[in-house]
Structures are given as structure tokens and as C-alpha cells.
């Protein structure tokens, strides 16, 4: 009954986002304000009736309802509740329906607070998502639906794939979707404003903290996934370049890059005709992401040929979404009005670098990770692009990113001082000159460039404070004016400081781990030591632990600095699930600093040694706590007066005056 | 600067950037790419020996020699050609006789595949879609593995 009940209101869900993508348009073309004002209680209705689907969902693997296939194919009566709520979204149908649900949501939100947004750009937005929610709905009825039945119900579920069954993998897949789904909005704006042939400023203002949000989003969704793969592989690597991850970069990158031309259309109105543009290709991005992830179109071209119909289905929907906006485009853009003037020695100019060197990273991002796709349909040759390939590529253009980076938030709009901005950053560049010395004094073996790395994230950091301290005129003026200055600091500065320090603390820790990471393999009997970097690791032997729903096999290692002081133990194991009769790699992990200890086992074998890997992996965490700052930048930008106001002052108060002389609307 | 100007300064250095990026990238297809092989395929093409390729086919059954220090040595066979690879190191989890393996490496001069890399699949059910197609090619695809390839495998993993 229940699977039933969610199956029909995703139905009816359809209809209403057919309803809201069609008659707002009408409304927007024939000028019939009550036309264009069904869209809201539409977006709200369709909302409603997704959630209620997506409950549907919820309640059958909650109660392990085997009957429903979906649950039967990826739960298990064993698995703890929290498990049993994340399958949900750790299948593709499920995962499906989770997307469409934030999409509804963000719908929703527009729909509910977008009061004060013109009616026609609110009409016409709303409708566009409306064509990607139903386009979606339409996918997962025809194709993907979650509320299947088996005719005999099974008593037992095949369980989740166990590297599944972890608390990273819980909140990293909708941390994603909110990113992905968050760049929609972006788009549906961006639609809406060729639809409708008119775009200012404000545009930016009310697109701005959508795009901001989803950028955290994202930004946090990656790096969870980036930790999930550290630990729960047993591979100890942190990123590797594979296309499920690249999948995610690429959005992240265009956002990146979206969110900061953005910031140029708002306050110099210039740009306007690229950030649509960048809005199109990041919700296209975000939309190649989900579908390629999902599909498995990524292990080989041919999965297509297994399930034809999802294939040409996630193929129309790209074409027509991507390509129909793309179109749209080329048609409308030359009609909205360029922006204003600057100099390419400015605030602006630098964004544009910015822009310029992300938007090209991008491009290199996807051509590595969809040329193999391509050459293979094309020449039936199987070829592998893997890091070498992108270290090669996404790394050079990097790096004059990073090292610009610091002047564009010291640099004035429309006509900047670049001497100015570089006297101000000798501060930072002498840091960063003592931390590449520094680095050449204190680490050993390595490539030789990376002391030059750290000099370049120590530089980003070290601009990143220096842009707060020449704001609030820091050690110039007595402590209490600093203070003052410092509380009365914008947000979006603050923010802006706080995420450009978090990319430096990332690379920082990319590069030390990289260059500096030590590691063992060896095959170990009870009673033997092994040393790493500053520690002294003895194995004392092998136990056995049963889980709710595995079993494991724990290998136990006492952990001493080398000067004999007793650290702690490490714990790492084999874990087998036996639903599945699968195993897994339980690392152990032991934080010293922002450095770690990392420990796996491998298969014991028949004579009782055991294969282990042990990493010393220096500043690793910081990868991780970069996207953590990252994240509080967005934040902090996000809660600045500016956005949380809206819209500029004088539109407001002609709106106002509008709706007081018309009430009878 | 007039705007045109200015405009003529954005263009050329947006192209700029992306001349470069275009070098980089076809100096690194030249250097970096790795081509999927069967062991087949190895004996047809005479791929000559260091040069990286992915070897991918079945362990064959019986083969798995573990040495010393980690060391193990066993047999890639598509049904048709095998080809015997050397690897040192910890073998990932689902690694087994009669299961699909894909490792990457080069042949050294005695013919042996010397693998500095094997790939993790972290699915029993799962077959690298490489190594399926390679076994259609050979006509020793049995609807076993064609069962098994097809059962849904969870998603979301790598």
C-alpha cells in the first residue's frame, strides 16, 4: 500500500510540474498576471507530493519492506537503522528520487521566499524547473522506479554494498545533489532571463546566494567523499583522478568560477552575457555528473547496451536540457545590453584571470575524463587517462591561478594599482619566501619542487590574512579601532579571506602529503615491529569481533615514539559481510597533529603472517580542513547584510509603491 | 582603451590560456595514456616490452605462486592466450582465482608482465567491464558472469 501511495504521488507530481513549466510561460507571452502567479502554489504543491513519494521510500526500507525490490536489492533487516535510511540514496533509483526531492525543495523555497523577485523572472524560472523536475519525474516512472514489487516477497535483503555501510558515505551523496541540484536555480534564472531578454544587476543579487549555498554544498560534499575514499579503500590516497570523482570536480569548478563572475555582474554590471553562460554549463556539468555517475556509462560505453532504454533517456534528457539551453543562448544572448568598462589591471580583470584559468582547468578536467568515453565509441579502443595525465594538466593551470590569487581582493574596481597591490603582499611573499626556505631545511628526499609548492599555498595564506589586516588597518591603529573595523568588515570580505586561506591550507596539505608521505609494506608475525617517520609499531596479534551485521578479523598494534613513550594502539581489520559474502578494509588511523598514521590489513595467510600497509601521512588532514574554511567563507559571504536584504534598496521601494497602487491584482 | 580594445585584450588572452592548456594536453595524451589489453591482444599487437599498458582477463585457476617479501606470481588468461604476471605488494580484497583482474604494468624483456598495479573492484558480482568485453571477444564468455555482471551492484562505489 504504502510503496503504491508514493509511486501515485510522484505521478501526480508530474502533472503538477507540467502544469507549472507550461502555464507561467503562457502567462509570461499573453501578459496574464494570473497565469504566471500559478507557479508558486505549483512548485509548493509539487514539493509536497514529492516528499510525500520520497516518505514512501523512507517507510518501506525503514520497515525492511522486502516485497518492494528496491529495498529488497539494497537493505537488510540486520543493518542498523542508519544504514537502512542511507540505502535509500545508495542505489540509483533511490538516488533518483533524493535529487528530484531537492529539486522540488529548492522549487519550493523560490516559490515561498522569492517575494520580492519581478513576477515575470519569478514566472518563468519557476517554469523552467518545473521542465527539469518533470523531465526527471518522467526518467525515473519510466525507467527507475523505486516502488517496484516482487511477487513473492523474500524474507531476507541482499544488504547494502557493505564499502557503502559508513557514516562518510550517509551525508557525502546528498551533500552532492544539494550542490548539484543548488547550480539549478542558477540555471532556471539564467533560462529565464533569455526567455525573457532582460538582465541587470540584480539578477546576480538574487542568483548569488543560490549559487553560494550550493557551492558549499559541493564543496563539502567532495571533500567528505575525498575522506571516505582515504579511509574506507585501504588505498590511503586521497584523490585519484577517477572519473566518478572528476564527475564532481567539474561542477565544482564552473561554480567556483560562476560564483566569482557573479560577484563582478552585481556590483560593476559587466559581464553579464558570460555568467549566463557559466550558469548553463554548471548546472550542464552538474547534470553530466549525476547521469554519467549513475549510469556506468563511465566503465565503459557499452553499459548503454545492457539497459537501452535509461541510456537514450539519460541521453535526450542531456541533449535537450543542455543543447536546447545552449541554443537559447546563441539566439538571445546578443540582445541583452553589455555591461561597463574596466581596465585589465583591476578587480575585475583579476576575476576574469580567475574566471579564464577555472573555466580552462575545467575544460582539460572533462576532456581527460570523457575522451576515453569518446575514443571508445569511436575506435572500439579501450584506454585508461589516469593522474598522470591531469597532474600534467589541471597542475600548470593552477598554479598562476594560486599565485594571482592573493593581488585580486587588494586590487580596486574598474582601474587597480598593481604596484600598490604587490607592496602590500611583500609581507606575505617574504612568509612565503622563509617557508620555502624553511622546507628545504626541515624535510628530506621529496621532489625538489615541492619546497616551491609550500612557498606558493604558504603565499595564498599568507594573502588571504593580509587582505583582513590591511582592511581593519591592523598594528596601525590602536587595538579598540581595529576591532571596530574589524566587526564593521562586510561579510563577503571575511568570507572571501576565509575561503581563499582555505585553499591555501589545502594545497599545503596536498603537497606535504604527496612529497613527503613515507610508507611500509611487509608481511608481519605476531611479536614483529615496524618504523615509521617518528614511530615504533609492534603487532601482538590477531582477534576476532562480531558487528551487527559482519564480522571481523582485528589485527592490534601498539604505537610508540621511537624514544620509547607509549602512544596508544591501532586497530585495523578485515571486516566480512556475510549477506554478501563480502569483505572490506577497516584502516586504522591515528592522529598526531594535522598528521596521520594509517594502517591496513591485508588477507591473513596460512601461516599466520599478515600482509599490513602502514603510511605516515604528513599534514593530510589539512586537505580536508581547507574545504572546512572553504566552507565557513561561503558561510560568512552568505550571512552578509547584502544578500539577506535582496534586492537593491530603490527597486524595493518602487515595488512597494507598485503594489500598494494596484491591489485589486 | 576604447572597449573594442579592451575586448581584443580579453579574447587574445583568453586564447592564450587555452592554446596553452591545448599543449599540455596533447603533450600529455602523448605521455600518459594507457591502452586496456587482453592477453590476446598482447600476443596479436607484439606490444613491445616497458610499454605501460592495462592487462586485463581471468586469474587462471591454479596459477597464484606467492613468494617471498609479498611477491606473487600468477596467470592472466582470456581463454584463448594467458600471460604470467609478477607483483609485489598487498593484493586488494576480491582478488581470486577464477575472478577478473585488470593490472596495470609492462612487459619486461623474459615476456613477463611486470604489474605495479592492481586494480581494486570492490564488488563480488562485479566484472571490469574491460575484461567482459575482452572475454566476448575471445568466445569464452560464459552467461555465468553475464548473470552475475548484471545483478545491480549498489552504486555509488568506485
Known amino acids: 500500500m504504502i510503496p503504491e501511495l508514493g509511486q501515485y504521488a510522484l505521478m501526480l507530481a508530474l502533472g503538477l510540474a ?54 529488497f536489492e539494497n537493505s537488510n533487516s540486520q543493518m542498523p537503522l542508519i544504514y537502512r535510511l542511507t540505502s535509500i540514496w545508495g542505489n540509483h533509483e533511490g538516488s533518483m528520487l533524493l535529487w528530484v526531492s531537492i529539486l522540488a525543495f529548492f522549487g519550493a523555497l523560490v ?13 518563468n524560472a519557476l517554469a523552467v524547473q518545473a521542465w527539469i523536475a518533470a523531465a526527471f519525474h518522467l526518467f525515473i516512472l519510466i525507467t527507475s522506479n523505486p516502488f517496484l514489487r516482487i511477487p513473492d516477497a523474500p524474507f531476507e535483503g541482499r544488504d547494502l554494498n557493505p564499502i557503502l555501510q559508513d557514516p562518510g558515505l550517509a551525508f557525502h551523496p546528498p551533500m552532492l545533489y544539494l550542490g548539484y541540484v543548488g547550480f539549478s536555480i ?41 575522506y571516505w575514499a582515504y579511509y574506507e579503500l585501504g588505498w590511503g590516497g586521497f584523490w585519484f583522478w577517477d572519473p566518478v570523482e572528476n564527475a564532481s570536480l567539474m561542477p565544482w569548478l564552473a561554480g567556483t568560477a560562476l560564483l566569482h563572475s557573479a ?65 537559447l543562448y546563441a539566439w538571445r544572448a546578443p540582445l541583452l545590453k553589455q555591461g561597463g568598462l574596466f581596465a585589465p589591471i583591476s578587480r575585475e580583470g583579476a576575476l576574469v584571470f580567475n574566471n579564464l584559468f577555472l573555466t580552462t582547468a575545467c575544460a582539460t578536467v572533462f576532456t581527460g575524463t570523457l ?117 564593521g568588515l562586510p561579510r563577503s570580505a571575511w568570507g572571501t579571506a576565509f575561503a581563499h586561506f582555505g585553499i591555501g591550507v589545502t594545497l599545503l596539505g596536498i603537497i606535504g602529503v604527496t612529497a613527503w608521505g613515507t610508507e611500509r609494506i611487509a608481511e608481519i608475525k605476531p611479536g614483529d615491529q615496524l618504523e615509521i617517520s617518528h614511530y615504533r609499531l609492534s603487532f601482538d596479534g590477531v582477534f576476532n569481533r562480531t558487528g551487527p551485521n559482519y564480522r571481523d578479523v582485528v589485527g592490534r598494534f601498539t604505537v610508540h615514539r621511537m624514544s620509547g613513550e607509549l602512544i596508544g594502539v591501532m586497530e585495523p581489520s578485515r571486516r566480512t559481510f556475510p549477506a554478501r559474502n563480502m569483505a572490506t578494509t577497516e584502516a586504522a588511523l591515528m592522529t598526531r597533529g594535522a598528521s596521520q598514521l594509517y594502517l591496513s590489513l591485508g588477507d591473513p595467510n596460512k601461516d599466520g603472517s ?51 497602487l494596484q491591489p485589486a491584482e | 582603451m576604447t572597449r573594442k580594445q579592451r575586448r581584443l585584450v580579453l579574447i587574445g588572452s583568453g586564447l592564450a590560456v587555452l592554446a596553452v592548456a591545448v599543449a599540455l594536453m596533447l603533450n600529455a595524451f602523448r605521455d600518459s595514456i594507457v591502452f586496456f589489453n587482453s592477453p590476446s591482444d598482447v600476443m596479436e599487437k607484439h606490444v613491445g616490452s616497458g610499454t605501460r599498458i592495462r592487462l586485463g582477463g581471468l586469474v587462471k585457476d591454479g596459477s597464484i605462486v606467492r613468494g617471498s617479501n609479498l611477491s606473487v606470481r600468477f596467470e592472466v588468461t582470456d581463454g584463448n592466450s594467458e600471460l604470467p604476471v609478477a607483483y609485489q605488494g598487498v ?26 598495479t592492481i586494480l581494486a573492484k570492490h564488488d563480488e558480482t562485479y566484472m571490469p567491464k574491460e575484461v567482459a568485453d575482452a572475454l566476448k571477444k575471445s568466445g569464452h564468455w560464459k552467461d555465468d558472469y553475464a548473470q552475475r555482471a548484471a545483478m545491480p551492484v549498489g552504486g555509488g562505489g568506485k
Open chain 1, 610 to 660: 599478515v600482509p599490513v600497509r602502514l603510511y605516515f601521512k604528513p599534514h593530510v588532514l589539512m586537505i580536508w580542513l581547507g574545504a572546512v574554511f572553504m566552507f565557513m567563507g561561503g558561510a560568512l559571504s552568505l550571512s552578509d547584510r547584502r544578500l539577506r536584504v535582496g534586492a537593491p534598496r530603490p527597486a524595493r521601494t518602487k515595488r512597494t509603491a507598485n503594489s500598494v
Open chain 2, 91 to 116: 593484493l586488494p580484497d576480491l582478488f581470486r582465482e577464477g575472478q577478473g583482474v585488470v593490472a596495470e604494468g609492462a612487459l619486461d624483456a623474459a615476456g613477463v608482465f611486470n604489474a605495479d
Open chain 1, 186 to 226: 542558477a540555471f532556471s534564472f539564467a533560462i529565464a532571463a533569455l526567455l525573457e531578454g532582460r538582465i541587470d544587476a540584480a539578477w546576480a543579487r538574487w542568483v548569488r546566494p543560490w549559487v553560494l549555498g550550493a557551492w558549499m554544498c559541493l564543496t563539502l560534499g567532495i571533500a567528505g567523499g575525498s
Open chain 1, 18 to 71: 507540467l502544469i507549472q513549466g507550461i502555464m507561467p510561460i503562457v502567462g509570461t507571452r499573453t501578459n496574464d498576471p494570473t497565469l504566471m502567479s500559478i507557479a508558486a502554489p505549483a512548485a509548493i504543491a509539487q514539493f509536497v507530493f514529492v516528499a510525500i513519494a520520497f516518505t514512501a521510500l523512507a517507510v518501506s526500507y525503514v520497515t525492511s519492506d522486502f516485497s518492494v525490490l528496491n529495498v
Open chain 1, 371 to 487: 575522451y576515453p568515453l569518446a575514443l571508445e565509441a569511436l575506435t572500439d579502443a579501450k584506454i585508461s587517462v589516469g593522474p598522470p595525465f591531469f597532474n600534467a594538466t589541471f597542475g600548470p593551470l593552477f598554479i598562476p591561478l594560486m599565485l594571482v590569487m592573493p593581488f585580486g581582493p587588494l586590487m580596486g574596481w574598474k582601474r587597480g594599482d598593481l604596484l600598490g597591490a604587490a607592496q602590500r603582499l611583500l609581507a606575505a611573499a617574504m612568509v612565503a619566501a622563509v617557508a620555502v626556505a624553511a622546507a628545504f631545511a626541515l624535510e628530506h628526499g621529496g621532489p625538489v619542487l615541492a619546497p616551491f609548492g609550500v612557498g606558493v599555498a604558504v603565499f595564498v595564506i599568507a594573502g588571504a590574512v593580509t587582505d583582513i589586516v590591511e582592511r581593519t588597518m591592523f598594528l596601525r591603529l590602536p587595538f579598540r579601532a581595529i576591532l571596530r573595523r574589524a566587526v
Open chain 1, 111 to 123: 516559490a515561498a521566499f522569492g517575494t520580492n523577485l519581478p513576477a515575470v523572472l519569478k514566472a
Open chain 1, 263 to 327: 560577484v563582478v555582474m552585481e556590483k560593476r554590471g559587466a559581464l553579464k552575457v558570460w555568467t549566463i553562460l557559466l550558469a548553463i554549463l554548471t548546472f550542464s556539468l552538474s547534470l553530466i555528473g549525476t547521469f554519467l555517475v549513475r549510469s556506468g556509462v563511465l566503465t565503459s560505453v557499452h553499459a548503454f547496451a545492457t539497459d537501452p532504454t535509461r541510456g537514450i533517456f539519460i541521453l535526450a534528457i542531456l541533449i535537450v536540457f543542455i543543447g536546447g539551453a545552449l541554443a
